[in-house]
């Protein structure tokens, strides 16, 4: 039936690939959703800059903030930055960087998004929706 380990594994790991995604773009979207229902838009102080080197290439930028709800309480959080802006804030030191625009649950403090995040989960969804679908067919194939 199978021919190599490789093809044995193959339809397992898209199914599970599949979920995966399908479960982050859920929770991306009920998050995002929350976020434009009911978020609370506020500045916050950048304490740091982090970033990955992948090849050479420096991305996946983040930064450690901190910030004060309405009811004024102190929140430490990390929120995720594009690579425009995590590159031109990464060689700056905290005092000398401006403050960001950010957006939070009130229900949960380290919900915290930029103001202007864009909304990934029709990609994810999508992603995961194909390789579960796949999954399905290739799993048909095999069985024919």
């Given at each position: ?36 229902d009911h ?82 989960s029709d ?5 995961g929706a ?15």
């Open positions: 039936m199978f021919e190599s380990t490789r093809d044995a594994l193959t339809l397992p790991v898209l199914a599970v690939v599949g979920a995966i995604m399908l479960y982050q773009g859920y929770q991306e979207r009920r998050d995002n959703r929350a976020l434009e978020g609370v838009t506020t500045e916050a102080t950048i304490e740091s800059v982090d970033w990955q080197t992948i090849d050479w290439r420096s991305r996946n930028y983040s930064a450690s903030i901190h910030y004060e709800t309405e009811s004024g309480r102190s929140v430490r959080a990390s929120v995720d930055l594009s690579d425009r802006l995590g590159k031109s804030l990464r060689n700056q030191s905290p005092r000398d960087m401006p403050p960001l625009e950010i957006r939070y649950l009130p229900e949960d403090t380290q919900a915290v998004v930029l103001s202007d995040h864009a909304d990934s990609f994810l969804l999508g992603v194909a390789c579960l679908l796949g999954s399905i067919a290739m799993a048909i194939y095999r069985r024919s």
